[in-house]
């Protein structure tokens, strides 16, 4: 509907050039870890014994509360691993979605024809640290990855800000 004034239509959504959901790795899945705590448990229950039928009673105790600190390092463990971070490519935007565990969210937008990726990199490790440079703002991003999977990430990433650098390609036939 043309109402005579200078507005430009509503903006279409844009594909995305490059889409990416980081979370932290946790090699412990949650049968493994019942698993782990049943077999502490057993070990603590069977040498609480011992030092029971030895008549160190107090020790028992003790062993109970070394699986109840066990149990509570893993449950703060599991508790940081809802943590994740989204990193969105269009060929007019950069999106960087963070979400912490406590589900406190921190988003910043960059357009991506600005965006410098900076790469901290150690000659023995690797890459350490990836951030986005742009505008005076630094922004760390895919710190839950190891240094293969950063290096792997940073050439998917740097591909996709390339592509929308290059812009939008036209195909006629399409």
Same mark, same amino acid.
């Given at each position: 509907?043309?109402?005579?004034? #200078?507005?430009?239509?509503?903006?279409?959504? $844009? *594909?995305?050039?490059?889409? +990416?959901?980081? !979370?932290?790795?946790?090699?412990? #899945?949650? !049968?493994?870890?019942?698993?782990?705590?049943?077999?502490?448990?057993? &070990?603590?229950?069977? +040498?609480?014994?011992?030092?029971?039928?030895?008549?160190?009673? @107090?020790? /028992?105790?003790?062993?109970?509360?070394?699986?109840?600190? &066990?149990?509570?390092?893993?449950?703060? #463990?599991?508790?940081?691993? *809802?943590?994740?971070?989204?990193?969105?490519? !269009?060929?007019?935007?950069? *999106?960087?979605?963070?979400?912490?565990?406590?589900?406190?969210?921190?988003?910043?937008?960059?357009?991506? /024809?600005?965006?410098?990726?900076? $790469?901290?990199?150690? @000659?023995?490790?690797? &890459?350490?640290?990836?951030?986005?440079?742009?505008?005076?703002?630094?922004?760390?991003?895919?710190?839950?990855?190891? @240094?293969?999977?950063?290096?792997?990430?940073?050439?998917?990433?740097? +591909?996709?800000? $390339?592509?929308?650098?290059?812009?939008? !390609?036209? #195909?006629? &036939? +399409?």
């Amino acid at each position: 509907m043309a109402d005579g004034s #200078n507005a430009f239509e509503p903006e279409l959504p $844009q *594909r995305e050039l490059f889409s +990416a959901l980081l !979370t932290p790795h946790r090699s412990l #899945n949650r !049968t493994g870890f019942l698993a782990l705590m049943g077999f502490v448990c057993a &070990i603590s229950f069977i +040498a609480g014994l011992a030092f029971l039928m030895m008549g160190a009673w @107090p020790v /028992l105790g003790f062993f109970g509360l070394d699986v109840l600190a &066990i149990w509570w390092a893993f449950r703060v #463990n599991f508790r940081t691993a *809802r943590a994740f971070e989204e990193i969105r490519v !269009t060929p007019s935007e950069l *999106r960087v979605r963070r979400t912490s565990h406590r589900g406190h969210v921190v988003e910043w937008v960059l357009n991506p /024809l600005w965006v410098k990726l900076d $790469q901290k990199q150690d @000659p023995e490790f690797g &890459i350490e640290k990836l951030y986005l440079v742009s505008g005076g703002r630094r922004v760390s991003i895919a710190s839950f990855l190891g @240094p293969d999977e950063k290096a792997s990430f940073a050439k998917a990433l740097l +591909a996709a800000l $390339q592509a929308a650098r290059r812009g939008p !390609t036209y #195909n006629p &036939i +399409a």
